[in-house]
C-alpha cells in the first residue's frame, strides 16, 4: 500500500498446491485430497478423514495425544473427528449441533474443551457448547447477558471426572441446595436440564429403586420413572442423569427458574 492508500499486488501466490505436515513421534499428518497419517518407519499412510471433506481447523489436546478436525461434510452438521495419536486410531466422530462453525475454542482438560458458535447478534437458543471428546458427550452453556463467567471456576481433580465444565446449575429445595457428588447438574443437547436422579432423590427425601430398566423416584403417593433407554438420559460411571423438570411435575412439585444466572426452585 502507497501513500496515497492504492494496493499492488507484490508476489502472486499459487495456493492450488498447497501442502502442510504436522509431526507426532514417528508418525507425520498431511493434508492432501484428505488428511492421512504416516508412519515414518513402516511407510504405512492411513486416512483419517473422508474423502473431500474440507477440513476447517485443527486442534490438538494439551498432552498432544488427541487430534480433533473439524469436518464440514457436502451435506449436513459439521462434525468433530477425534483421532488418538497414541493408539494411531480414530476414536469417534462427533456431529455439533448448530450449523454455525466453531470459535474461541478452549480445552478446559485433555479431554473435555468448549467452543462459541459464530453469530453475529448471539441469539439466546444458541449457545456455547462443550465437548468430551472420548465419551462422545455434547453439553451446552447457558448463560445471560447479565452473567458474569468469570466468577466462577470448576477444577478437575483425581476424584471427579467431568464430562462438561459448563457454569453449574443451583437447584433449590426447602431453601437447602441440592447436593452434586458427582458431575452437577448441565444442559444436554437438547437444552433439558439434567442432573444426578439420585442425588436430586437424595435431596427430596424421595425413595428410589431399579426395576428393569426403570429408574423409580417416589415422594409421598405419587411416582417418576426414568427410562434409562431413553434417548434424554444419560448414565455414565453408574451414575443416571435425567431431565430434571419431568421429574419434578410428576412428582407434584412446582418447578421455577430464577430470574437470575443458572437457579432452579422447587417447592
Known sequence: MDQQRHLSEIKKI??????????FGDYILERQQRLYMTNQKTKQKIAITPQNSYVRALHLSPDRRYLVS?????????????????????????????????????????????????TSSRPDYIKDVHIDILKGIVTKEDRRAFDSPEEYVIIPNSIHN???YARPWKIIYKDKSVLHTNQPAFLGMNDLLLCSVKDLATALGAGIRLEGRQVI??????????????KDVLVQGGVVYAPLKAIVLKLGLHYTRGEEGNLIVIK
Not at 480445552?107 to 467452543?115: K, L, Q, R
Open 217 to 230: 423416584v417416589s415422594l409421598k403417593n405419587k411416582q417418576a420413572s426414568v427410562d434409562l433407554d431413553n
Open 162 to 164: 467431568y464430562f462438561t
Open 70 to 118: 473439524e469436518l464440514w461434510p457436502s451435506q449436513g452438521k459439521p462434525i468433530y473427528s477425534v483421532y488418538d495419536t497414541v493408539a494411531q486410531k480414530k476414536i469417534r466422530n462427533i456431529e455439533l449441533p448448530y450449523t454455525q462453525y466453531p470459535t474461541d475454542v478452549t480445552w478446559h482438560s485433555n479431554t473435555v474443551f468448549e467452543y462459541t458458535p459464530f
Open 14 to 23: 499459487d495456493t492450488s498446491g498447497e501442502r502442510w505436515k504436522i509431526q
